[in-house]
């Protein structure tokens, strides 16, 4: 009898034209393949030594880590970019202005879907499970070898399910439970292996949660993290997406290497310590003052971040002694919040906006931390490092926490920002 | 090649992709000599001392972090010619076999300076008398390594010449 499906099997079966289940190495066709403006030069270098022609419409490329041109080094770099754009024709290139964090650049163009079999040279291309797809990271030659193919081999990956009841309550949301499941299992504790979400609480994450959500499932090792797409998804990619796509849920009798269960109403507001994402504790738990507040990021930096922070920061100031830093994702994002009013609730509120980038998030620009410096950010690493001076903390949080922190001058949840009337 | 010779270079747990090659060295003039600053900010002046032929073992997780294949590629220019480790983070595992470096996945304790023998066609590794072994790699994996790399079979199906 023939066992029943993973959503990762199914996907992988239907893209390689075979029976494939966890193991199996398979050559699979993808639907679109991504780089930035840091691994792209070596895949244009890997790709032009061919001297064949690439397969145009599965390319996207999207400058977001040095851009606006940080240093004559970035701007060379994103130079490459363009060039390779225009001498190969592919019109997906995203000019400054027209462009933002890949990764949100992906979902709000359209290019990710359910259904989706989509790779980019990005640890955080896993984000688009959230909308249904299967999306990992690759390396540069890998992407090279997908502009001329368009496929690539996998290994089918297992599957460890990760059931959700209840709903969540008060600030809590996305980022808290997927710092919460970070911490559980590890930073190594899905290496090779794919997430599956589902369970009776999982219609009551919304979808810009299951972004962020999948988005970090690569902290703790993960190849993707899926959520099956389902009236909310539907909603979400209705008149968005390029092209056909299709919903895949798992069979009923898939098997998983693991089920883990989560209450979204026992989830609190998390931060994760330094200098690991596993490192994961209650706020409440926590008593650090901070330097800096960063806002934004392909795993925080949508509308809905945006318009949580602007409600805890409208009509009070930043502390004194704190930066705060608001970078939206895309430019879809920005003009949003711009119509929104939300701009100037931060503006008048003390903190800094810019357009959309990957900014401080990897320690580019904008907000690169000194020595001894300590940050509460909403984006996915706190490595040794990894804003900054190897002296500088980074401590990860949802976009509620870090406008309530940025308030108070120290970690905090809005609840408590509110009490000390900050 | 099936059987590698070199002398061990020893690391730990969670090598991330930030301590083989530091972000400030991922723009592209440093590319063709990235081997040159690898390990610069954790064992500073390593980089210098390795030489071709060369082998790390580490401990688990190597090369976690970020997408980067900067990473193996610096240890590749470096001289390195097989990495031994009791895991591997994914993205580096790819990065690696699809440009030619051989990893191993194995537990095992030598000292820093020994020379190890690793035997990739029989799935054992040899030092100082003493034998380990390993998992062979699946066939498709295996005949990526044989090639050289992906290119080098992306090529091969798309009919180009050298
Ligand atoms: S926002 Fe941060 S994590 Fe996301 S793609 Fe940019 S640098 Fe990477």
């Known amino acids: 009898m023939k066992k029943g499906k993973t959503v990762a099997e199914k996907i992988l079966s239907r893209k390689s034209g075979s029976d494939a289940y966890a193991g199996d190495i398979v050559e699979a066709e993808i639907d679109y393949v991504m780089v930035n403006d840091v691994t792209g030069p070596i895949a244009f270098k890997e790709f032009d030594a061919l001297g064949c022609e690439p397969i145009r419409e599965g390319i996207v490329l999207i400058p977001d880590h040095f851009v606006p041109n940080k240093d004559i080094a970035s701007a060379q770099q994103a130079l490459e970019m363009k060039q390779f754009a225009r001498r190969h024709g592919i019109d997906n290139y995203f000019e400054v202005g027209r462009s933002g964090v890949c990764h949100q650049m992906m979902v709000d163009e359209g290019f990710a879907a359910p259904g989706r079999l989509i790779v980019g040279a990005d640890s955080h291309t896993c984000t688009y499970g959230g909308l249904g797809a299967f999306s ?4 540069s030659t890998e992407a090279a070898a997908c502009f001329a193919l368009r496929r690539l081999w996998f290994r089918v990956p297992e599957t460890i399910k990760v059931e959700l009841t209840g709903a969540f309550k008060g600030y809590a949301c996305g980022k808290d439970l997927i710092l919460k499941i970070v911490s559980d299992i590890g930073v190594d504790g899905a290496t090779y292996m794919a ?22 499932v690569i902290e703790a090792g993960g190849k993707a993290g899926i959520f099956p797409a389902d009236e909310l998804t539907e909603a979400f990619v209705h008149g968005r997406a390029r092209g056909e796509y299709q919903a895949v849920h798992p069979d009923p009798d898939a098997s998983y290497t693991r089920v883990l269960e989560y209450d979204l109403g026992d989830i609190g ?50 502390h004194p002694d704190v930066r705060m830093i608001v970078v939206p994702a895309s430019p879809e994002v920005f003009l949003k919040a711009t119509e929104e009013g939300l701009v100037a609730d931060f503006v008048r509120a003390g903190a800094f906006v810019s357009g959309p980038t990957c900014a401080a998030c990897l320690g580019g620009h904008m907000g690169v931390l000194a020595d001894g410096e300590r940050c509460v950010s909403s984006t996915n690493r706190n490595f040794i490092g ?30 408590t920002a509110k009490e000390v009337g900050a | ?93 790819r990065n690696s076999i699809n440009i030619g470096l051989p990893l191993v996945q194995c537990s095992m304790d030598v000292e820093e300076g020994d020379t190890v023998t690793v035997d990739l066609d029989q799935g054992t590794i040899e030092s100082g008398g003493r034998t380990w072994e390993f998992p062979r790699y699946p066939e498709e994996i295996q005949a990526i390594i044989d090639k050289g790399g992906l290119m080098v079979k992306v090529r091969e199906e798309l009919g180009c010449s050298e």
């Open chain 2, 1 to 93: 090649m099936s059987e590698i010779i070199g002398r061990v270079w020893v690391f730990g747990d969670h090598v991330d992709t930030d301590q083989i090659i530091p972000a400030e060295r991922l723009v592209s003039e440093y590319l063709d000599h990235s081997g040159d600053y690898v390990f610069e900010k954790v064992r500073p002046g390593v980089a210098m001392d390795m030489a071709e032929g060369d082998i790390i073992v580490a401990g688990k997780n190597f090369g976690c972090g970020s997408s980067r294949e900067h990473a193996p590629r610096s240890l590749m220019q470096a001289g390195v010619r097989c990495v031994i480790a009791q895991s591997f983070a994914r993205i580096f595992f």
């Open chain 1, 195 to 216: 997430l599956e979400f589902g369970g009776p609480g999982m219609a009551n994450v919304p979808v810009h949660d299951r972004l962020t959500i999948a988005n970090m």
């Open chain 1, 386 to 415: 990894r804003m900054g001076h190897k002296g500088s903390e980074v401590y990860l949080a949802s976009p509620a926490v870090v406008a309530a922190s940025a308030l108070a001058g120290r970690i905090v949840t809005p609840d």
């Open chain 1, 269 to 318: 507001p998390m931060v994760a310590l330094p200098h690991l994402p596993e490192n994961g504790r209650l706020v409440d738990e926590v008593d650090v003052t901070i330097d800096q507040a960063f806002l934004g990021s392909c795993t925080n930096g949508r509308i809905e971040d945006l318009r949580i922070a602007a409600d805890i920061i409208r009509g009070r100031q930043v």
């Open chain 1, 136 to 139: 990992t990271g690759i390396g």
